[in-house]
């Protein structure tokens, strides 16, 4: 069994910053790609940025130059450090981790956490 736990959201004012933390444990062979994800009221579940292994990374158009993902493979923990925030990043914001484990490999999500940017 693999499990996701992020940390690190909360209440912050408009041009704020907040660090996301998603560690994965459990059964772990091996982590490919490692990525967030954030769904606000009303809306579909959308990519915010994603990270390979060899630490390639892509972001969503919105969040490009003020979000950054990256990530500890000691630790199978990811990051994602987020700058000038506004109020439309308000979301609960999810991790998401392709893992193999002995069995099989599959993609698995955190629990969510909440990000509210104040105007």
């Known amino acids: 069994q693999v499990q996701l736990v992020e940390s690190g959201g909360g209440l912050v004012q408009t041009g704020g910053s907040l660090r996301l933390s998603c560690a994965a444990s459990?059964?772990?062979?091996?982590?490919?790609?490692m990525g967030w994800y954030r769904q606000a009221p009303g809306k579909q579940r959308e990519m915010v940025a994603t990270?390979?292994?060899?630490?390639?990374?892509s972001y969503a158009d919105s969040v490009k130059g003020r979000f950054n993902i990256s990530r500890d493979n000691y630790k199978n923990t990811v990051y994602l450090q987020m700058n000038s925030l506004t109020p439309e990043d308000t979301a609960v914001y999810y991790c998401?981790?392709?893992?193999?484990?002995?069995?099989?490999?599959?993609?698995?999500w955190g629990q969510g956490t909440q990000v509210t940017v104040s105007s």
């Open positions: 998401n981790a392709n893992v193999r484990t002995r069995e099989r490999r599959g993609d698995y």
């Open positions: 459990g059964s772990i062979f091996r982590i490919a790609a």
């Open positions: 990270i390979t292994a060899g630490s390639s990374t």
